[in-house]
Each structure stands twice: as C-alpha cells, then as structure tokens.
C-alpha cells in the first residue's frame, strides 16, 4: 500500500508538471497572437445568447455585447417566456442602442433541453454566416470579435472557445470560483496534451453556420445535456479543430450556497462521466491535494509536501498567471482543499444518474441524453 501511495503521487505531481507546460504554452501562444496587427478577417457575426433568469451581472453582460468594436454583428437574445425577469434588462438594451442591431426573440419551441431549443429558433432567426453562442451572464472585452472570429479564417478551423474566470458574491461561490480557475481550466489546457480535440466551452462556441448544417442543425443536440461538448464533438467529425482563443472572458456565478455549487460541480462530473467515461476514472489521479493528505496519513511526509507545493503552484500558474484570478493567488495555499472536495462530487456523480439543472431534477442516461424529468425537490 505504501508503494502504491508513491506511485499514486508521482502520477499526480507528474499532471500538475504537464498542466503547468498547458499553461505556459497557452500564455506564449497568446502573447504570440495579440503581438501581431489585429486580424483583417471580420466576417459579419450573429452571437446567439439564450436567457433563462436574471443572473448577478447579467446587465453589464448584456452591455459589454452591445458596446463590441466590429464591423458587422448582430446579437439574438432568446427566452421561453416574455415574462423571465431578464427581459425588461434585454429591452431596456435595446432602447439604449437604437443604432444596434440586438433583438429578442420569443421561443416556444419545447425539448428535452431548453436552452437547444432556443437556439434552434435563435439559429432560424440570425442574418449572418458566423455563429457564436455564448452563456448570458458572460461579459467579454471589445476586441472580443475580432480575436475571435479571426481564427476562423484558417480553413481547418471548425470552431474557437474562450476561457473564463468566475466571481461570485457569496464563500461557497468563490470556493467553487477558485475550484473552477485551479482545476476545470488547466484540465482543459491540457485536454489537446492527450489526445482530446472536441473541447468547447459554453463561455464562446464561435462556429461557421455551414458547418452547423453539415452535423444536422441544433436539433441533433436536443437530447443532451452537455449540449457545448457535442456541438464540439460533431464540429470535430466533420474533421474540423477546435481552438482555445487567447481572449479570457468572464461570468458570475451568482450568490450560491453550499448545496448550490455541490449540484452544480455534480452536475457537471456526471455530464463528463457520460461524455467521457474512460477520462472520468482517470480523474482522482490528478487530484494532488487528495492525495497530498493521504500521503501524510501515511507517514509520507516528503511525498505530500511534494504533492502540496505541485498542486499551489500549478493553481497559481493556471487560475492567476493565466486567468487573473486573484483568489488564486491570495489563497494559494488553500488550492489543493479543492481537490478534497472535488473527489467527493467525482464519488457520488460516479454512482448517482440524476442531477439538478434549472430546478429541475433530471435523469441522465449513460450517453449523456437526458432521460426522465422530476419535479424538484428538497433534499
């Protein structure tokens, strides 16, 4: 058993070393990019925003859309109701920039997935050839279009995702905001290290229409939950890349308890053990934290320091050198807690198939495609 701890950890210092590369080689890739003349490729863009509810910062979300420096766009707000309290915001937008063009559009059509099925009707709606969907409570910079829809200029290049960093205005939000900036982020740096290519995050999905129509339309997408992954996935197959942006944009998780960000995290591990079953097994050995205490227990003492100084400095590397997460550095050395916490929600999404999304509490089945709908209820 002791030998196996050592193996355990050693596997676990060699992701946070390969993590740190992750994100050394995104910050020389950016710093590449944003050297050069901005992009003369600006093909007009429709960034389609599905909206359910009225989030934190949902207001200066919606303006830093409407304020984009770029020729030619259009931004589609989407609601199932005309009475979600996100709309007075849309259209108090819209009257403040009479000369944009930003519209809100009515969806009635109903799926298995909600948001899908507003973009299907946003995507029926849009004037342009470029598609971006992106969450509602994203707020991005001005050059945001431009850095993006420029990488799409390469023929080989099927779409273009952003990373992100989170606030929130309560401790669970900023644990899991942390957790999101030293964990979720420099997994996903590191994605293209081993293999995997379909990675697309709800932060920016910037893609070609004609592509959407090769891989079948949003429809295709309406049984599942993880609806970014199989956009990515299908965008892939058609032998496509998809790309990380050097743009970081940001969102706000809100004010969320405890047992908010458990269902959420929960959510999430259980969408990513259907999507990706064989990675998801792999996970606890990343999980430098987890392993640091164990270690300790053991009386391993060289081997958990080891671990615990690996996992800070990896979290600071990724959620502050690449982010800006300034909690990623101020509470540096709580970093590898997360990872406490996070085999926890990898235990229990591993075993449980419901999750909770939007109130709702939702059976999913192996494949990832949503199963059976239950009213939600207290726990």
Request: charged letters at 20%; glycine letters at 8%.
């Amino acid at each position: 058993m002791p030998i196996l701890l050592l193996v355990l950890g050693f596997v676990a210092l060699a992701y946070q070393a390969v993590a740190i590369l992750a994100s050394l080689a995104f910050i020389e890739r950016a710093r590449l990019r944003l050297a050069k003349p901005m992009a003369a490729h600006t093909p007009p863009v429709s960034i389609l925003k599905p909206v359910y509810g009225l989030d934190d910062a949902f207001e200066a979300a919606i303006e830093s859309h409407a304020n984009l420096d770029y020729p030619e766009f259009e931004v589609l707000f989407g609601v199932h109701s005309l009475d979600d309290p996100a709309v007075p915001a849309i259209r108090s937008l819209i009257e403040a920039h009479p000369g944009a063009s930003i519209r809100l559009i009515h969806s009635c059509r109903q799926t298995p997935n909600a948001k899908v099925g507003t973009l299907i009707d946003l995507a029926a709606a849009a004037k342009h050839a470029v598609l971006l969907v992106n969450d509602a409570d994203i707020t991005v910079p001005r050059d945001y279009l431009r850095r993006v829809a420029a990488q799409l200029a390469d023929p080989g290049g099927g779409m273009v995702t952003c990373l992100y960093r989170a606030s929130a205005g309560s401790l669970p939000g900023q644990f899991e905001a942390l957790g999101i900036a030293t964990d979720f982020i420099p997994s996903t740096l590191v994605a293209p290290f081993v293999g995997v290519n379909e990675f697309g995050l709800g932060s920016t999905l910037c893609f070609r229409r004609e592509d959407l129509d090769s891989m079948g339309g949003f429809a295709v997408l309406q049984d599942y939950i993880a609806d970014d992954y199989q956009l990515a996935k299908r965008i892939t197959a058609l032998g496509r890349r998809c790309e990380l942006s050097e743009v970081v944009v940001e969102t706000s998780l809100g004010r969320p308890a405890w047992r908010d960000v458990w269902r959420h995290q929960a959510r999430w591990a259980r969408t990513i053990y259907c999507s990706r079953p064989g990675g998801y097994y792999g996970l606890p050995t990343t999980h430098a934290g987890l392993w640091a205490v164990v270690n300790l227990a053991a009386g391993n003492l060289g081997i958990a320091v080891a671990l615990w100084l690996g996992r800070v400095t990896m979290g600071v590397t990724a959620g502050f050198v690449v982010l800006r997460h300034w909690p990623a550095l101020l509470a540096a050395p709580l970093i590898p807690l997360w990872d406490l916490w996070a085999f926890a929600v990898w235990l229990a999404a591993l075993v449980k198939r419901t999750v909770y999304w939007r109130g709702r509490r939702i059976t999913l089945q192996r494949d990832g495609r949503l199963s059976v709908t239950l009213p939600s209820t207290a726990e």
